[in-house]
């Protein structure tokens, strides 16, 4: 049995007739010599035939058979005699998938990171394969879709993927695993040994209208999480928010904004929010040139997009040629929430009144916007347990050549090389047989001369 | 034995000058040769002379030997003359030149040059006939270098043309010799037709020495047309489509055409010179020198 590397090349076999068709390109275009006499040279009827009939067969048929060697090469001929299927049994493919996340660095109860442990995981599974890749992710689904398609590409041999991680609760689950072909192995290598019990701090809740700013504690013991709230202070709870115009109405703006468990802004990166285009509080506007504002906005406009994919509102991208950045426009084309700087303050124009429901969702878009969420997924200390990884694991299936990839094909070693040797062979007995008809005439020749 | 040969054909054809390329050949053709082959019909006894080698040992006169014991040879008052008539094929198929470049014509030009070179230098007569399918030129033969320079210039300007009719040329050629003497005829023998064999045997039955040189490139003896040609026959102007395939074949009946004027030649007593023009001139010559002196015609 073969299979082909390239096989389109094959597609190229009527190249053999080549040498056929300058066969009898050549005789139809024959040089005009003069000779002497043509008394003894056969007569104009029987050439007539002679063009149908190669003069030389042996040597048209090597010259057939080098071209046809040639494109058999160049197609890649894999034969698949059993030492090389039991040689691709034994050979393993294996990509390595370690998982670069924070929680890789997060020292372990036994003061190790499970990053190192996973290091020295991957060079011992690199080593035991033939074909290897290391690929490291912070996202482990993206890191096994690379892997897939590494494998995909492999040479034959057995295919695995082997994922190292701390596996915690919430990062990895069995749709990570299920786009992968289901004769590529999986195992999955639990790393690290995590801390048992942690506290951390959660981000500062708004405080406004009569409710108190509000600080989170969060404890964390084994598979339970608790969160404990303290109050914050004054200048702590409402410094570096103002809502223009103040008066009742922004006051229940900003309890409705803080009930719903809005971060708290900080003094540091002051925001100023103005309603139905009270646009005299701003006195010098410029454009909006600060990083934590422009990271801010756009945060903001990713959350106004969703919004308004749902409300059916246009959301421009910030650049406009005056100071406002129009970051959400209604329907009918007119801007809804624009924004500036004033100074240090992002000041930011909503063109709806502070008693709508758009109003509060700006408020609290952009109090959320402010500052990346804390990436408290990662500071989780609860794992997959290593039934559930044995469960999702399964062993690299055999090689089965109906179903390797056609990738596959190309990165095995071929037996083109013997094809060249052949190729090589004819053009050796053609010249051969080219010197032994030259010879001949000669030797012919000089039997007459003497 | 005989020296190397240096004379090329292809270089004696880039030399202009007839007479000079005639006297190199027959230098060189001579150099190492005891007599000259081409014998006069003396009758008148002359004088003596010292006997020097090469001399032929039938003039020797013993009797004087043995009274003076000392060597003489007999000379003569020649009376006559060898007449030796070169009749030269300038059909278009001698046009034909090999990988050198020589073609037949211009080796059959230097070679009739030659010989008649050195008939005329020893005293005989020469002449030469120059045809195609009719004579075209006719110089009786003469003696004397002025007649030398005649003949030369007719060489000189012959010109390759028409078909092959050897028989009526060698039928003339007989008529016009009104003695008997050498005919030289240099051909490339295509007209291989019952009338010349004919005028062949005429000229030996009537006492003529004919000596036929047989002149052909490598390329007509070794066919060596590898891939397919369109050959053009150079006197009919006919075409053929020819190759690797037809080469056998004209090679065995080239072979047996050879053969044939060989065979034909030899049983008519007949000398048969086979001449390739890529063998130097007068290498070629010098072994039908050297057969005519030894009196044998291979």
């Given at each position: 049995?073969?299979?082909?590397?390239?096989?389109?090349?094959?597609?190229?076999?009527?190249?053999?007739?080549?040498p056929v068709i300058i066969h009898l390109l050549r005789r139809h275009h024959a040089d005009r010599?003069?000779?002497?006499?043509?008394?003894?040279?056969r007569?104009a009827?029987s050439a007539a035939v002679r063009i149908r009939r190669p003069s030389d067969?042996?040597?048209l048929?090597?010259?057939?058979?080098?071209?046809?060697?040639?494109?058999?090469?160049?197609?890649?001929?894999?034969?698949?005699?059993?030492?090389?299927?039991?040689?691709?049994?034994?050979?393993?493919?294996?990509?390595?998938?370690?998982?670069?996340?924070?929680?890789?660095?997060?020292?372990?109860?036994?003061?190790?990171?499970?990053?190192?442990?996973?290091?020295?995981?991957?060079?011992?599974?690199?080593?035991?394969?033939?074909?290897?890749?290391?690929?490291?992710?912070?996202?482990?689904?993206?890191?096994?879709?690379?892997?897939?398609?590494?494998?995909?590409?492999?040479?034959?041999?057995?295919?695995?993927?082997?994922?190292?991680?701390?596996?915690?609760?919430?990062?990895?689950?069995?749709?990570?695993?299920?786009?992968?072909?289901?004769?590529?192995?999986?195992?999955?290598?639990?790393?690290?040994?995590?801390?048992?019990?942690?506290?951390?701090?959660?981000?500062?809740?708004?405080?406004?209208?009569?409710?108190?700013?509000?600080?989170?504690?969060?404890?964390?013991?084994?598979?339970?999480?608790?969160?404990?709230?303290?109050?914050?202070?004054?200048?702590?709870?409402?410094?570096?928010?103002?809502?223009?115009?103040?008066?009742?109405?922004?006051?229940?703006?900003?309890?409705?904004?803080?009930?719903?468990?809005?971060?708290?802004?900080?003094?540091?990166?002051?925001?100023?929010?103005?309603?139905?285009?009270?646009?005299?509080?701003?006195?010098?506007?410029?454009?909006?040139?600060?990083?934590?504002?422009?990271?801010?906005?756009?945060?903001?406009?990713?959350?106004?997009?969703?919004?308004?994919?749902?409300?059916?509102?246009?959301?421009?991208?910030?650049?406009?040629?005056?100071?406002?950045?129009?970051?959400?426009?209604?329907?009918?084309?007119?801007?809804?929430?624009?924004?500036?700087?004033?100074?240090?303050?992002?000041?930011?124009?909503?063109?709806?009144?502070?008693?709508?429901?758009?109003?509060?969702?700006?408020?609290?878009?952009?109090?959320?916007?402010?500052?990346?969420?804390?990436?408290?997924?990662?500071?989780?200390?609860?794992?997959?347990?290593?039934?559930?990884?044995?469960?999702?694991?399964?062993?690299?299936?055999?090689?089965?050549?109906?179903?390797?990839?056609?990738?596959?094909?190309?990165?095995?070693?071929?037996?083109?090389?013997?094809?060249?040797?052949?190729?090589?062979?004819?053009?050796?007995?053609?010249?051969?047989?080219?010197?032994?008809?030259?010879?001949?005439?000669?030797?012919?020749?000089?039997?007459?001369?003497? | 034995?005989?020296?190397?040969?240096?004379?090329?054909?292809?270089?004696?054809?880039?030399?202009?000058?007839?007479?000079?390329?005639?006297?190199?050949?027959?230098?060189?053709?001579?150099?190492?040769?005891?007599?000259?082959?081409?014998?006069?019909?003396?009758?008148?006894?002359?004088?003596?002379?010292?006997?020097?080698?090469?001399?032929?040992?039938?003039?020797?006169?013993?009797?004087?030997?043995?009274?003076?014991?000392?060597?003489?040879?007999?000379?003569?008052?020649?009376?006559?003359?060898?007449?030796?008539?070169?009749?030269?094929?300038?059909?278009?198929?001698?046009?034909?030149?090999?990988?050198?470049?020589?073609?037949?014509?211009?080796?059959?030009?230097?070679?009739?040059?030659?010989?008649?070179?050195?008939?005329?230098?020893?005293?005989?007569?020469?002449?030469?006939?120059?045809?195609?399918?009719?004579?075209?030129?006719?110089?009786?033969?003469?003696?004397?270098?002025?007649?030398?320079?005649?003949?030369?210039?007719?060489?000189?300007?012959?010109?390759?043309?028409?078909?092959?009719?050897?028989?009526?040329?060698?039928?003339?050629?007989?008529?016009?010799?009104?003695?008997?003497?050498?005919?030289?005829?240099?051909?490339?023998?295509?007209?291989?037709?019952?009338?010349?064999?004919?005028?062949?045997?005429?000229?030996?039955?009537?006492?003529?020495?004919?000596?036929?040189?047989?002149?052909?490139?490598?390329?007509?003896?070794?066919?060596?047309y590898d891939r397919d040609v369109q050959l053009?026959?150079?006197?009919?102007?006919?075409t053929i489509l020819a190759g690797a395939a037809t080469?056998?074949?004209?090679?065995?009946?080239?072979?047996?055409?050879?053969?044939?004027?060989?065979?034909?030649?030899?049983?008519?007593?007949?000398?048969?010179?086979?001449?390739?023009?890529?063998?130097?001139?007068?290498?070629?010559?010098?072994?039908?020198?050297?057969?005519?002196?030894?009196?044998?015609?291979?």
């Amino acid at each position: 049995m073969i299979a082909w590397q390239n096989i389109a090349m094959l597609w190229a076999l009527p190249l053999a007739a080549v040498p056929v068709i300058i066969h009898l390109l050549r005789r139809h275009h024959a040089d005009r010599i003069p000779f002497p006499s043509l008394r003894f040279v056969r007569s104009a009827q029987s050439a007539a035939v002679r063009i149908r009939r190669p003069s030389d067969p042996l040597l048209l048929i090597v010259r057939m058979a080098a071209v046809a060697f040639a494109v058999i090469a160049a197609a890649g001929p894999i034969l698949l005699s059993d030492a090389r299927l039991d040689r691709w049994h034994r050979e393993t493919a294996r990509a390595v998938v370690v998982d670069a996340s924070d929680s890789m660095r997060a020292i372990g109860a036994d003061g190790v990171t499970p990053e190192r442990l996973a290091s020295d995981a991957a060079v011992a599974e690199a080593q035991s394969a033939r074909y290897t890749t290391e690929i490291r992710s912070d996202d482990l689904p993206r890191g096994i879709r690379r892997a897939a398609a590494w494998l995909a590409g492999a040479p034959p041999a057995k295919r695995e993927v082997v994922v190292i991680s701390d596996f915690q609760r919430g990062g990895f689950d069995e749709r990570a695993i299920a786009n992968v072909d289901r004769n590529v192995g999986i195992r999955l290598i639990q790393v690290g040994r995590p801390v048992s019990q942690q506290q951390m701090s959660g981000p500062d809740l708004l405080g406004g209208g009569g409710l108190p700013g509000r600080s989170q504690t969060i404890d964390q013991s084994g598979d339970a999480t608790g969160v404990t709230f303290s109050a914050l202070v004054t200048e702590r709870r409402s410094g570096g928010l103002r809502l223009v115009p103040t008066d009742p109405s922004s006051e229940r703006l900003v309890r409705v904004v803080a009930a719903a468990g809005t971060p708290a802004p900080s003094p540091d990166e002051p925001i100023v929010i103005q309603f139905a285009a009270n646009t005299a509080t701003a006195t010098k506007l410029d454009r909006v040139r600060t990083g934590w504002m422009l990271r801010t906005l756009l945060r903001f406009q990713d959350e106004a997009m969703r919004l308004s994919a749902d409300a059916g509102t246009a959301v421009r991208q910030i650049g406009e040629s005056s100071p406002w950045s129009v970051l959400v426009r209604d329907s009918a084309a007119k801007p809804l929430v624009s924004a500036a700087a004033s100074g240090d303050e992002l000041v930011l124009d909503v063109a709806v009144p502070t008693d709508s429901f758009f109003a509060a969702f700006v408020v609290h878009s952009i109090l959320a916007s402010r500052r990346a969420p804390a990436d408290l997924d990662e500071r989780e200390i609860s794992r997959l347990d290593s039934a559930t990884l044995s469960a999702l694991g399964r062993a690299a299936a055999s090689i089965e050549l109906e179903t390797m990839p056609h990738t596959a094909w190309r990165q095995a070693s071929t037996d083109s090389r013997w094809c060249w040797a052949t190729v090589l062979l004819m053009l050796g007995i053609e010249q051969a047989l080219r010197a032994r008809a030259v010879t001949s005439s000669r030797v012919e020749g000089s039997r007459v001369a003497t | 034995m005989a020296p190397p040969s240096t004379l090329d054909p292809a270089l004696l054809t880039a030399i202009s000058d007839l007479e000079l390329v005639a006297r190199v050949t027959v230098d060189g053709t001579l150099s190492g040769l005891h007599t000259s082959p081409f014998h006069g019909y003396s009758a008148e006894f002359s004088q003596y002379r010292h006997y020097r080698p090469g001399d032929d040992l039938k003039y020797v006169d013993w009797k004087l030997y043995a009274r003076t014991d000392r060597v003489y040879t007999k000379q003569y008052c020649e009376t006559t003359n060898l007449g030796v008539q070169i009749i030269i094929d300038a059909s278009r198929s001698m046009a034909f030149a090999g990988r050198n470049g020589v073609s037949k014509l211009q080796y059959a030009r230097i070679l009739a040059a030659s010989l008649a070179h050195l008939t005329i230098g020893q005293g005989d007569a020469s002449g030469v006939i120059v045809y195609d399918e009719a004579v075209r030129h006719y110089l009786p033969s003469r003696v004397g270098h002025a007649h030398l320079r005649r003949l030369l210039v007719a060489l000189a300007s012959m010109q390759a043309g028409g078909t092959t009719s050897s028989a009526s040329a060698l039928k003339r050629a007989i008529d016009l010799q009104s003695r008997r003497g050498l005919l030289v005829i240099i051909s490339d023998l295509y007209d291989e037709d019952e009338g010349f064999e004919r005028e062949l045997r005429r000229a030996v039955r009537i006492g003529h020495d004919v000596a036929v040189f047989h002149v052909f490139t490598r390329e007509e003896l070794e066919f060596p047309y590898d891939r397919d040609v369109q050959l053009e026959d150079l006197e009919s102007g006919q075409t053929i489509l020819a190759g690797a395939a037809t080469a056998a074949e004209y090679r065995r009946e080239f072979a047996d055409f050879v053969g044939r004027w060989r065979a034909r030649c030899t049983s008519n007593r007949i000398d048969y010179t086979r001449i390739m023009t890529d063998e130097p001139l007068d290498a070629a010559l010098r072994g039908y020198l050297l057969r005519r002196g030894g009196g044998t015609s291979s």
